[in-house]
């Protein structure tokens, strides 16, 4: 069960928990715990003025209501739309910026729109890749597409290689944290140095319960057709289900809906989500043997303590496997921070990008 406490620092590796184990958020060596106080509405973010970031932490005010769109939305002039054709299809993606490179990879059901809020932050201190994965977002994919964890990682891979992209840092979210994770792996396996640091946003892991039960059957048979016949057909559930990703579902920014909608009208991106969820179980198992494989990389995770999607009880034990990890927690919200408190997320992933390492 969870302490009281949020950790965010670096920390010495541990241990690694098995699966099944019970879960304690205990402190790692050498870390500052944040005290935190039972006021979901609070958020942490980090500190505009301090020498040293492990020191010194602030609490965000109380946001009761969505981002602005018109302040926080990027305009066409900020970012260009640009296509690769790779061997399974044709790849959307957004690039803006300037400086080292870094990739943005979104998670199940999202793409290059889920970063709308955080290119502009992004910008001023690196070139920002930020991919729509074949068969997701607005990038069609070529049929039978391999759907499973290590095909997309390897995707993503090939992506690098035709832009003849040399180092570049990886940040991915939920399920695209999963391929995060093994596009990781993949480069310490091939001792490719290209990859310089991980930020992993509530990445799916084998820790977390939930999803466990729920992938399984969505990816069945009976399971396919129910979610192709209710999310693709009855819009009114959109709202249902975006809701249960905030903490708060006062902050869903007013063009989530349509935002969200528009790959599922365009490019039928719940086949590919079926595809995704048919294989939950053995990519899961392939994550956990991946795993021990990437401690060497200097990593970033952020997490929202009301998380519905990925467990934020996860994530001590996703601690354990990195010898250089920062937690960053953001009390009472869910699974998509960079959406629902972009201000604070931003901050943080600005400071963790422009750090020495």
């Excluded at 690039?95 to 502009?120: D, N, Q």
């Excluded at 693709?232 to 903490?247: A, I, K, M, Q, T």
């Excluded at 009390?331 to 020495?356: C, I, M, Q, W």
Aim: charged content about 20%; some cysteine.
């Amino acid at each position: 069960m969870i302490s009281a406490q949020l950790t965010t620092a670096i920390s010495e590796p541990a241990p690694r928990q098995k699966i099944g184990e019970p879960k304690e958020f205990s402190s790692p060596k050498a870390i500052e715990a944040i005290s935190l106080s039972k006021n979901l509405s609070a958020r942490i973010s980090l500190p505009t003025k301090t020498e040293d970031p492990e020191e010194e932490f602030i609490r965000s005010g109380e946001h009761t209501t969505a981002p602005s769109t018109e302040t926080a939305t990027p305009t066409a002039e900020l970012w260009a739309e640009r296509w690769l054709d790779l061997p399974d299809g044709r790849m959307r993606y957004l690039k803006a910026g300037s400086g080292p490179a870094l990739i943005l990879v979104h998670g199940l059901m999202g793409y290059s729109f889920s970063w709308r809020f955080t290119i502009p932050a992004l910008a001023p201190h690196a070139t920002v890749y930020a991919i729509d994965n074949l068969g997701a977002g607005l990038s069609p994919a070529k049929a039978g597409l391999d759907s499973r964890l290590r095909p997309t990682a390897e995707r993503l891979l090939q992506f690098v290689d035709r832009l003849g992209i040399g180092h570049f840092d990886l940040l991915g979210t939920s399920h695209g944290g999963g391929v995060a994770i093994m596009t990781a792996a993949i480069c310490s396996r091939r001792e490719n140095s290209r990859l310089r640091r991980l930020v992993l946003v509530a990445p799916i892991n084998p820790w977390s319960p939930h999803g466990k039960r729920l992938a399984p059957f969505l990816g069945s048979r009976l399971g396919t057709l129910l979610l192709r016949n209710t999310m693709e057909r009855w819009r009114s559930l959109d709202y249902v289900w975006l809701s249960r990703l905030f903490g708060d579902a006062r902050r869903i920014p007013p063009d989530s809906l349509a935002g969200y909608r528009l790959p599922i009208l365009k490019n039928h991106v719940l086949r590919h989500a079926s595809q995704i969820v048919k294989n939950w179980t053995a990519d899961l198992a392939e994550l956990e043997a991946a795993l021990p494989k990437i401690g060497d990389y200097p990593t970033l995770l952020m997490w929202g303590t009301r998380d519905r999607a990925v467990d934020f009880q996860s994530a001590e034990p996703l601690c354990q496997n990195f010898r250089n990890v920062r937690l960053v927690a953001f009390k009472g919200v869910g699974h998509l921070p960079y959406e629902e408190a972009p201000h604070d997320f931003n901050r943080a992933l600005v400071n963790f990008l422009t750090a020495s390492f």
